[in-house]
């Protein structure tokens, strides 16, 4: 009897299976003009509306029934591409796809399928290239942060500065990749720009919530930054000049269709503009003076197809910022020379692997190196005449910190079909953390002796691991779509073994085609702290990892949502979250970067943060009108058992409103204009109250009135960010004037930034007034309008 029902649920399998024959259609999607792969291009039937995406590297796999299939690809700013198949066999199909001119995207509305709604993803941004090259900026140097800066949810730091606070995180909260390799430090000129030359990029993805599993090892956001891969059709180029940096892409085939290659660099002149003037200030007999700053960047990538499934990338980037003053005194034959300087980069490399190992198995494995280093460097040397005799002294104190990363990644991608994506891998990062050693070298003919020592905080070697699974599945005939996924991280350091399981989850009800509902819960750990001062503005922060006293961070984050496609042009979202962040460091009361006595897990304090709030927006990416309205009501606070008499109180970044609008209109084929205005409510601040006479005097006026007298007066602090600065708003403007020229394409770009002069708060201070006989609260801007204009020739 069991053998004849065995025999009979076979049989009905095998029916079954031979009725519903499925075939996969798997491929590539790339660009047509550049050969560049293309990543997040939707595929799918028209017919069915069963569909799928490529992925980062432009692999496709859509699984269907046997049958009559209309094959669809759309990607935003392209035309769409349709094909009827005839589907009885499994077909290999690679993709080109043209650029529109008009940024339409063709394709029969009624059977569009929408990203926007579609999608598991909330708390998710993708930014365009051609988009942010038409914004505004500062100086006129196109910088991708300060773009993701306008997006809601996002905070930026102190005026002008590429600082990035996501939903009430830390700015180390943030995991910043490029090509996959963590960027330790992503700011130039001391916060203002980005280290990111916009030239070299193809894409950027902003995560604020909802974490899929195969990300890890931060707490607030990740920004997912693509280079790109080179033209493989034909030699193409690029070169800017603007007011303080000039930029050159040079990219092409070196075999076609198979081996390209991509270079660009940048470097400010600055240093070159300004030691004019440097050099006729000191005009002093005997005295040469050399200074001044500037920032460079390199990137390079080059990529072999060695086959249709096997591929390898190589790409690198190094970048360094220096400021130094050099100082060279002669008198009477004596030489004195001083030498001082700040100079910190980053140096990243990834070797990546794609393999497919059928239609349904995609395959990436990395490997990366990173090093961010930061140096203080001061010497010293004089050769004296002392009774015709020479004398010689030379002294050089260097203060060093940094991190550097080895790191392997393996990644799957596997779809069976329409109804399940699932991805797995894993990956493993060894750290060497140097939070800080001074060294000391001194040589003269005064001492018998010489000094050569060195002394501080001993590198740290740390070992962090982690292994993924996730499946993104639909539920109901696709009315329910659910990504799932639990991530397991490890961190070893100093004997000691940390791990964190953390369980991921998303969710999409579908309402109507336009309108679906949104949910998601992610559980993140963070083995990496970053020591910041508040006191100083320039890169001094450590990173440093957890220790055997020093836990490492975790969080757990809500997130609901509406999303909502009006009028096949508009995508609309309001999502409310919910963040709980622990372990939190913070520097002591009194304790900063330059306490070197002391050990660093000695200066910091632990603590607790939270964040909730809601966000609107509005954003239009196709027509020659694009841009976005974004808008974000939220509260972000701390609590330290030392700080603030153990109260909790608003983080320094805690902005009750922010308001950002962006537009972008081509007005022909010759000019395009952009326009961005912000508003923001004031960051928080802590002032005193009120102010003593040292010693308990209280005749403060008597003594204040007294010339010989300087007071001494002690400050009365009643809670940590208790006052909120002035309210933050700004409107900027750019032009683009484009010509088409016999080698290619001139465009001038001309600009203002902060266009109605608003004097926005740098920072407040108290100041004591001789006219009024008081304290009063003085307010500092940095920046008023500025105007810019840069040329660009693309060719």
Same mark, same amino acid.
Request: a neutral charge; proline letters at 3%; charged letters at 20%.
């Given at each position: 009897?069991?053998?004849?029902?065995?025999?009979?649920?076979?049989?009905?399998?095998?029916?079954?299976?031979?009725?519903?024959?499925?075939?996969?259609?798997?491929?590539?999607?790339?660009?047509?003009?550049?050969?560049?792969?293309?990543?997040?291009?939707?595929?799918?039937?028209?017919?069915?509306?069963?569909?799928?995406?490529?992925?980062?590297?432009?692999?496709?796999?859509?699984?269907?029934?046997?049958?009559?299939?209309?094959?669809?690809?759309?990607?935003?700013?392209?035309?769409?591409?349709?094909?009827?198949?005839?589907?009885?066999?499994?077909?290999?199909?690679?993709?080109?796809?043209?650029?529109?001119?008009?940024?339409?995207?063709?394709?029969?509305?009624?059977?569009?399928?929408?990203?926007?709604?579609?999608?598991?993803?909330?708390?998710?941004?993708?930014?365009?290239?051609?988009?942010?090259?038409?914004?505004?900026?500062?100086?006129?140097?196109?910088?991708?942060?300060?773009?993701?800066?306008?997006?809601?949810?996002?905070?930026?730091?102190?005026?002008?500065?590429?600082?990035?606070?996501?939903?009430?995180?830390?700015?180390?909260?943030?995991?910043?990749?490029?090509?996959?390799?963590?960027?330790?430090?992503?700011?130039?000129?001391?916060?203002?720009?980005?280290?990111?030359?916009?030239?070299?990029?193809?894409?950027?993805?902003?995560?604020?919530?909802?974490?899929?599993?195969?990300?890890?090892?931060?707490?607030?956001?990740?920004?997912?930054?693509?280079?790109?891969?080179?033209?493989?059709?034909?030699?193409?180029?690029?070169?800017?000049?603007?007011?303080?940096?000039?930029?050159?892409?040079?990219?092409?085939?070196?075999?076609?269709?198979?081996?390209?290659?991509?270079?660009?660099?940048?470097?400010?002149?600055?240093?070159?503009?300004?030691?004019?003037?440097?050099?006729?200030?000191?005009?002093?007999?005997?005295?040469?003076?050399?200074?001044?700053?500037?920032?460079?960047?390199?990137?390079?990538?080059?990529?072999?197809?060695?086959?249709?499934?096997?591929?390898?990338?190589?790409?690198?980037?190094?970048?360094?910022?220096?400021?130094?003053?050099?100082?060279?005194?002669?008198?009477?034959?004596?030489?004195?020379?001083?030498?001082?300087?700040?100079?910190?980069?980053?140096?990243?490399?990834?070797?990546?692997?794609?393999?497919?190992?059928?239609?349904?198995?995609?395959?990436?494995?990395?490997?990366?190196?990173?090093?961010?280093?930061?140096?203080?460097?001061?010497?010293?040397?004089?050769?004296?005449?002392?009774?015709?005799?020479?004398?010689?002294?030379?002294?050089?104190?260097?203060?060093?910190?940094?991190?550097?990363?080895?790191?392997?990644?393996?990644?799957?991608?596997?779809?069976?079909?329409?109804?399940?994506?699932?991805?797995?891998?894993?990956?493993?990062?060894?750290?060497?953390?140097?939070?800080?050693?001074?060294?000391?070298?001194?040589?003269?003919?005064?001492?018998?002796?010489?000094?050569?020592?060195?002394?501080?905080?001993?590198?740290?070697?740390?070992?962090?691991?982690?292994?993924?699974?996730?499946?993104?599945?639909?539920?109901?005939?696709?009315?329910?779509?659910?990504?799932?996924?639990?991530?397991?991280?490890?961190?070893?350091?100093?004997?000691?073994?940390?791990?964190?399981?953390?369980?991921?989850?998303?969710?999409?009800?579908?309402?109507?085609?336009?309108?679906?509902?949104?949910?998601?819960?992610?559980?993140?750990?963070?083995?990496?702290?970053?020591?910041?001062?508040?006191?100083?503005?320039?890169?001094?922060?450590?990173?440093?990892?957890?220790?055997?006293?020093?836990?490492?961070?975790?969080?757990?984050?809500?997130?609901?949502?509406?999303?909502?496609?009006?009028?096949?042009?508009?995508?609309?979202?309001?999502?409310?979250?919910?963040?709980?962040?622990?372990?939190?460091?913070?520097?002591?009361?009194?304790?900063?970067?330059?306490?070197?006595?002391?050990?660093?897990?000695?200066?910091?304090?632990?603590?607790?943060?939270?964040?909730?709030?809601?966000?609107?927006?509005?954003?239009?990416?196709?027509?020659?009108?694009?841009?976005?309205?974004?808008?974000?009501?939220?509260?972000?606070?701390?609590?330290?058992?030392?700080?603030?008499?153990?109260?909790?109180?608003?983080?320094?970044?805690?902005?009750?409103?922010?308001?950002?609008?962006?537009?972008?209109?081509?007005?022909?084929?010759? &000019?395009?204009? +952009?326009?961005?205005?912000? %508003?923001?409510?004031? *960051?928080?601040?802590? !002032?005193? #109250? @009120?102010?003593?006479? $040292?010693?308990?005097?209280?005749?403060?006026?008597?003594?204040?009135?007294?010339?010989?007298?300087?007071?001494?007066?002690?400050?009365?602090?009643?809670?940590?960010?208790?006052?909120?600065?002035?309210?933050?708003?700004?409107?900027?403007?750019?032009?683009?004037?484009?010509?088409?020229?016999?080698?290619?394409?001139?465009? &001038?770009?001309? +600009?203002?930034?902060?266009? %109605?002069?608003?004097? *926005?708060?740098?920072? !407040?201070? #108290? @100041?004591?007034?001789? $006219?009024?006989?008081?304290?009063?609260?003085?307010?500092?801007?940095?920046?008023?309008?500025?105007?810019?204009?840069?040329?660009?020739?693309?060719?």
């Amino acid at each position: 009897m069991m053998k004849r029902f065995l025999i009979l649920v076979f049989a009905t399998f095998l029916s079954g299976y031979a009725v519903s024959q499925n075939y996969t259609i798997s491929g590539f999607i790339s660009d047509a003009g550049t050969g560049e792969r293309l990543v997040s291009a939707t595929v799918y039937d028209a017919n069915t509306l069963k569909g799928s995406i490529s992925n980062n590297y432009g692999f496709f796999s859509l699984t269907l029934p046997a049958g009559k299939v209309k094959f669809v690809v759309s990607y935003v700013g392209y035309s769409a591409y349709s094909q009827e198949i005839e589907l009885k066999a499994n077909v290999q199909l690679n993709v080109a796809i043209e650029m529109s001119t008009e940024l339409e995207e063709v394709v029969v509305t009624e059977n569009k399928i929408e990203k926007h709604v579609e999608s598991t993803e909330m708390s998710v941004v993708e930014l365009q290239i051609k988009s942010i090259n038409t914004l505004p900026v500062l100086l006129g140097e196109v910088d991708v942060m300060k773009t993701i800066q306008l997006l809601p949810g996002v905070q930026s730091g102190n005026e002008g500065t590429s600082g990035i606070y996501v939903r009430g995180g830390g700015p180390d909260q943030n995991l910043i990749l490029l090509d996959g390799v963590p960027v330790y430090n992503a700011n130039h000129l001391f916060g203002f720009f980005s280290v990111f030359n916009a030239d070299a990029i193809s894409n950027i993805k902003l995560i604020k919530g909802g974490f899929p599993a195969r990300y890890g090892g931060r707490l607030s956001s990740v920004i997912d930054i693509k280079m790109k891969e080179g033209n493989q059709k034909e030699i193409a180029g690029d070169a800017t000049v603007g007011l303080i940096a000039t930029k050159l892409t040079l990219e092409g085939p070196i075999i076609k269709d198979k081996t390209s290659f991509i270079i660009s660099a940048r470097r400010t002149y600055i240093d070159l503009l300004i030691q004019p003037f440097i050099a006729a200030a000191a005009l002093t007999e005997g005295v040469i003076v050399n200074a001044g700053y500037f920032f460079q960047d390199f990137n390079f990538k080059v990529n072999h197809k060695f086959s249709e499934r096997n591929r390898l990338y190589l790409s690198a980037y190094t970048g360094k910022d220096r400021l130094y003053a050099k100082t060279t005194e002669l008198w009477d034959g004596s030489v004195y020379k001083y030498n001082f300087g700040i100079q910190w980069g980053n140096i990243t490399s990834t070797l990546r692997w794609n393999y497919v190992f059928s239609n349904k198995l995609f395959s990436n494995t990395t490997l990366t190196y990173s090093n961010y280093t930061f140096e203080t460097p001061l010497e010293y040397y004089f050769k004296e005449k002392i009774n015709d005799v020479f004398q010689t002294e030379s002294f050089i104190l260097n203060f060093a910190s940094g991190i550097r990363d080895y790191a392997i990644n393996v990644d799957f991608d596997y779809i069976p079909s329409p109804n399940h994506y699932i991805r797995f891998g894993a990956s493993n990062i060894y750290h060497i953390f140097k939070p800080g050693v001074n060294i000391i070298k001194q040589t003269s003919a005064y001492t018998e002796a010489d000094l050569d020592t060195t002394f501080g905080n001993a590198d740290i070697f740390a070992n962090e691991y982690g292994f993924y699974f996730e499946d993104e599945f639909s539920l109901f005939s696709n009315a329910l779509k659910v990504n799932a996924g639990l991530r397991m991280n490890g961190f070893y350091v100093k004997g000691k073994d940390y791990q964190s399981f953390e369980p991921r989850i998303s969710a999409r009800q579908r309402i109507t085609r336009n309108l679906s509902v949104k949910a998601a819960y992610s559980r993140m750990s963070q083995y990496l702290h970053l020591l910041t001062s508040s006191t100083i503005g320039l890169p001094t922060d450590l990173w440093v990892p957890v220790t055997d006293s020093i836990p490492p961070q975790f969080s757990q984050q809500y997130a609901l949502g509406i999303f909502y496609n009006f009028l096949d042009k508009y995508a609309v979202s309001v999502e409310g979250f919910y963040k709980s962040m622990h372990n939190l460091i913070e520097y002591k009361d009194g304790a900063d970067y330059f306490s070197q006595n002391t050990n660093w897990e000695k200066k910091i304090e632990i603590g607790d943060g939270e964040a909730y709030g809601m966000e609107f927006f509005v954003e239009k990416k196709l027509g020659k009108t694009t841009g976005w309205i974004g808008y974000t009501l939220s509260w972000s606070t701390r609590q330290f058992e030392n700080v603030n008499f153990g109260k909790e109180f608003p983080y320094k970044y805690d902005r009750r409103h922010d308001v950002s609008f962006v537009l972008t209109h081509k007005f022909s084929e010759r &000019i395009d204009f +952009g326009l961005t205005w912000i %508003y923001g409510s004031g *960051n928080t601040t802590t !002032l005193s #109250l @009120e102010k003593y006479m $040292a010693g308990g005097y209280s005749n403060y006026d008597y003594y204040i009135n007294q010339s010989y007298f300087e007071p001494i007066v002690v400050d009365y602090y009643e809670s940590r960010n208790s006052y909120r600065m002035p309210a933050y708003h700004r409107l900027d403007l750019n032009v683009n004037f484009s010509k088409k020229v016999k080698y290619g394409t001139q465009i &001038i770009s001309i +600009g203002a930034y902060n266009v %109605y002069n608003r004097k *926005n708060p740098m920072f !407040l201070n #108290l @100041e004591y007034s001789n $006219a009024s006989k008081q304290f009063n609260l003085v307010q500092y801007s940095f920046f008023p309008i500025i105007p810019s204009i840069s040329y660009r020739i693309t060719f």
